[in-house]
């Protein structure tokens, strides 16, 4: 834990001298896709007992962690107004850190408050699992939009929670880097941006250290939250990630940890630790 802390504290100061100096990224005009509306069809129901075991809790009531997660919400959504931000990539240095977690409380939270809506994106297209995590199916995702031209439109997904779509993975695909590089991709991610202007977009990107998909898919997103694993993230690994995202826009970071002796093991966020021009 003090490991971690000095990390990210010496982080910050690099990567203020980093950002700095960086160059302003510049935002490519690729073909419109091919998108006729980004509205759902129908209702699907989520089971609340699959949420528990999930760890999906944001929804609560009375709730210390969903507050936890609003405390979040609120954080991210002042960070994304201060900068102008309407994207959202969540990345974690390995596999296991809770970034799919992260990524569908946080998603869930900001649904929640009337004056946004919010469209969930999973981009792990090599181990895809938000759909697993909500106990739901996807028959056609982005993949399938990708190498069948399958409408986005239908490949949305309304769950049960006002405000809040998903747009899964779809079938699993191995050169998934190549996928998320190429320009039909790009004109994707721009159609989902510029559709509606009341919407947030988050991307569920893959972890950092394990592959070159975040990086390729960086250039279109407007900020970066990194989650880090308590008790498992080695010193090395984050600073490997903070170095991989020198040139992102990281408005902060989240300390997860599951905390084993509580019955329920829900998992929560212990508190964001800023970076430079990141939640304050």
């Known amino acids: 834990m003090d490991k971690l802390a000095k990390a990210l504290s010496k ?45 999906i809790v944001a929804h609560r009531v009375r709730s210390k962690e969903a507050d936890t997660f609003r405390i979040l919400r609120t954080q991210v959504l002042q960070a994304m107004s201060q900068h102008g931000m309407k994207t959202l990539g969540i990345t974690s240095p390995n596999y296991g850190d809770g970034k799919t977690t992260i990524a569908l409380n946080l998603a869930l939270s900001i649904a929640l408050d009337l004056n946004q809506t919010v469209l969930l994106v999973d981009l ?9 995590y909500l106990g739901l199916s996807a028959a056609v995702g982005v993949t399938d939009y990708f190498t069948h031209n399958t409408p986005i439109a239908d490949c949305l997904i309304r ?8 747009l899964p993975a779809g079938k699993v695909m191995d050169h998934s880097s190549e996928v998320l590089g190429s320009p039909k991709i790009a004109a994707l991610a721009e159609e989902l941006r510029s559709r509606y202007p009341d ?3 988050i991307y569920d990107l893959p972890p ?20 880090v694993n308590e008790g498992v993230t080695r010193t090395n690994d984050l600073k490997a990630s903070l170095h991989a995202l020198t040139h992102a826009k990281v408005i902060g970071t989240v300390l997860n940890h599951s905390d084993v002796k509580r019955a329920s093991r829900i998992e ?13």
């Open 208 to 227: 950092i250290l394990a592959q070159d998909d975040p990086l390729v898919f960086l250039p279109h997103v407007d900020g970066v939250l990194l989650v």
């Open 199 to 201: 919407r947030i977009i």
């Open 159 to 166: 769950p049960s929670f006002d405000r809040l779509s998903l």
């Open 11 to 55: 982080a910050r100061a690099e990567r203020a001298a980093t950002l700095h100096h960086a160059p302003t990224q510049a935002r490519t005009n690729p073909t419109p896709a091919e998108l006729t509306h980004t509205s759902a069809g129908n209702v699907v129901q989520i089971n609340e007992t699959t949420l528990d075991i999930n760890r």
């Open 124 to 132: 792990d297209l090599r181990k895809p699992n938000m759909m697993e």
């Open 268 to 280: 929560k966020v212990r508190r964001a630790m800023p970076l430079p021009q990141t939640i304050s």
